[in-house]
Each structure stands twice: as structure tokens, then as C-alpha cells.
């Protein structure tokens, strides 16, 4: 090969190195968490990432959504369902630590209206008071909000009349923002949902008695041990991250 031959394809072999681009580090640590969580936990990342310099890399979704990523193999280090059933189907096929469960959080129902300073209402009131509009909810037969939520509506004898007025979306999240955005009425998510828009209004709360309770587990999952994930899984136990909940209006139950 001659000088001039070689001198080219050493450069082209430069160039191709320099252009390439690089792959994407895998996070420190990954948490699949509840998308009704996204407001506080964004702050317990923040406030780790102050102590150790690490940020936590979280994932919001549907408990649902997430579940089922997590049997697929998805490398979450951390998982925190918004209800028991979901983490029971993992614990059963072996996907999480067992022996790391622990109930984190709990939460309440509630009813809120499109708009500031909406007036109460009675929740056996809500078939009129939606006036031909819709009832914004996560899905009902596998997010836990909308398993709650038609729970409660069952409990209080108004379902039937307000079924076909339901619609449902992928996470609370998104139903709270059909509300905020003026889309529909009415909507039914957890009271820190609510807490963290400035464009409704809670008009009612759920008798706690109407629902099953609500509780949030979390647990490492089942991948490879992870030091910096198992740290900061200590840490949403904490009593530095505890007010961080709190002012989001969760209650911690450990």
C-alpha cells in the first residue's frame, strides 16, 4: 500500500472515530415510580443529589405500565407502586427483593373541578353536576387511581350513572391534566395530585372507607445488587426525605 493510500485511510478511520457518536451512559440509579409521585420524589432526587452528588434518574408512568416493563426485563434498580397489587404480581414471579418491601406512602381521594375557588359539592350529586361533560379518570381497570377511583363511585351508588360519562386516561397524571386544561369538568385523583396544579380546585373528598387504602410500596427489584440504588432506597425512608412527602400532602407510614 502506498504512503499516500495508508495516510487516507488512517484518516478516514480519525474521522469515522470523531463523527461516531458516544453511547449513552447507563443512570447510577433508575427508579420506576408512580406518576402521581413526580412532584415529591422529583425533590427527594434533588435533595440526594445535594448530599452525594449523584442525581437518581426516575422513570414516571402508570404503576400498571411500569409493572409490566419490569417483568420485561427493564433495568429499573427501584420500584414504588401507587397500590399493593401491582407489587404482589412482581413479588409472586420473582421480579423484586422481597425481603426489601416496605409500604412508603398513602394518600387520599378526591374530587376536583376545572378551575380556582370551585364550590364544594356532594359526591352524590356528581351525575347533574356534570352537565352533559365528562369525568376524567385514570383507567379504571388497571392504574390504581382508577381502580380507587370506581371503587369509591360504586361504594356511593353514583357508577352506574356516571360510567359512560368516564373518560380514562394512561396515569392520574394525565387525567388531572384533562381537568387543568379545561377538557373535562370534573375529575377524580389523588389529593397530591390536585396539590400540584394551580388550575383546579378539590370540590369533595372520598370517604377513606369507600376505597381500599391506599398505599404505596416500594422494593429493589430482583437485577443486580446495586450499592447507590440500595443508598438512596434508604433514604425515601428517612426522616430528611419524610417533609419533602409531607408537603406534598402524602402521609408516610413508616
Same mark, same amino acid.
Given at each position: 500500500? &502506498?504512503?499516500?493510500?495508508?495516510?487516507?485511510?488512517?484518516?478516514?478511520?480519525?474521522?469515522?472515530?470523531? $463523527? %461516531?457518536?458516544?453511547? /449513552? %451512559?447507563?443512570?447510577?440509579?433508575?427508579?420506576?415510580?408512580?406518576?402521581?409521585?413526580?412532584?415529591?420524589?422529583?425533590? *427527594?432526587?434533588?435533595? #440526594?443529589? $445535594?448530599?452525594?452528588?449523584?442525581?437518581?434518574?426516575?422513570?414516571?408512568?402508570?404503576?400498571?405500565?411500569?409493572?409490566?416493563?419490569?417483568? /420485561?426485563?427493564?433495568? %429499573?434498580?427501584? @420500584?414504588? &407502586?401507587?397500590?399493593?397489587? #401491582?407489587?404482589? +404480581?412482581?413479588?409472586?414471579?420473582?421480579?423484586?427483593?422481597?425481603?426489601?418491601?416496605?409500604?412508603?406512602?398513602?394518600?387520599?381521594?378526591?374530587?376536583?373541578?376545572?378551575?380556582?375557588?370551585?364550590?364544594?359539592?356532594?359526591?352524590?350529586?356528581?351525575?347533574?353536576?356534570?352537565?352533559?361533560?365528562?369525568?376524567?379518570?385514570?383507567? *379504571?381497570?388497571?392504574?390504581?387511581?382508577?381502580?380507587?377511583?370506581?371503587?369509591?363511585?360504586? &361504594?356511593?351508588?353514583? #357508577?352506574?350513572? +356516571?360510567?359512560?360519562? *368516564?373518560?380514562?386516561?394512561?396515569?392520574?397524571?394525565?387525567?388531572?391534566?384533562?381537568? $387543568?386544561?379545561?377538557? %373535562?369538568?370534573? =375529575?377524580? +385523583?389523588?389529593?397530591?395530585?390536585?396539590?400540584?396544579?394551580?388550575?383546579?380546585?378539590?370540590?369533595?373528598?372520598?370517604?377513606?372507607? &369507600?376505597?381500599?387504602?391506599?398505599?404505596?410500596?416500594?422494593?429493589?427489584?430482583? =437485577?443486580?445488587?446495586?450499592?447507590?440504588?440500595?443508598? @438512596?432506597?434508604?433514604?425515601?425512608?428517612?426522616?430528611?426525605?419524610?417533609?419533602? @412527602?409531607?408537603?406534598?400532602? @402524602?402521609?408516610? +407510614?413508616?
Amino acid at each position: 500500500m &502506498s504512503r499516500r493510500i495508508l495516510l487516507a485511510a488512517i484518516c478516514a478511520v480519525a474521522v469515522c472515530t470523531i $463523527a %461516531a457518536p458516544r453511547a /449513552r %451512559a447507563a443512570p447510577e440509579i433508575l427508579v420506576f415510580a408512580a406518576a402521581s409521585l413526580k412532584t415529591a420524589l422529583d425533590d *427527594v432526587a434533588r435533595q #440526594w443529589l $445535594a448530599k452525594t452528588g449523584t442525581m437518581p434518574t426516575v422513570s414516571y408512568a402508570a404503576t400498571s405500565t411500569l409493572a409490566r416493563q419490569i417483568q /420485561r426485563g427493564a433495568p %429499573a434498580d427501584i @420500584f414504588v &407502586s401507587a397500590n399493593r397489587d #401491582w407489587m404482589d +404480581v412482581l413479588e409472586k414471579d420473582g421480579s423484586i427483593r422481597p425481603e426489601s418491601r416496605r409500604n412508603l406512602l398513602g394518600n387520599r381521594l378526591v374530587l376536583i373541578g376545572y378551575g380556582r375557588s370551585r364550590p364544594a359539592i356532594r359526591i352524590g350529586d356528581l351525575p347533574a353536576r356534570l352537565d352533559g361533560g365528562r369525568l376524567a379518570m385514570a383507567l *379504571v381497570d388497571s392504574v390504581p387511581a382508577g381502580i380507587y377511583g370506581k371503587q369509591a363511585l360504586e &361504594s356511593l351508588g353514583v #357508577w352506574d350513572e +356516571v360510567a359512560r360519562r *368516564v373518560v380514562q386516561a394512561d396515569n392520574v397524571r394525565a387525567a388531572l391534566a384533562f381537568v $387543568a386544561r379545561g377538557e %373535562a369538568p370534573l =375529575g377524580i +385523583v389523588y389529593a397530591t395530585d390536585a396539590a400540584a396544579s394551580d388550575r383546579v380546585s378539590v370540590v369533595a373528598a372520598f370517604p377513606a372507607s &369507600s376505597h381500599r387504602p391506599i398505599a404505596y410500596p416500594a422494593a429493589l427489584t430482583a =437485577g443486580p445488587a446495586n450499592r447507590k440504588a440500595g443508598a @438512596f432506597y434508604a433514604h425515601l425512608f428517612s426522616a430528611a426525605a419524610r417533609p419533602l @412527602f409531607e408537603r406534598q400532602g @402524602f402521609t408516610v +407510614v413508616e
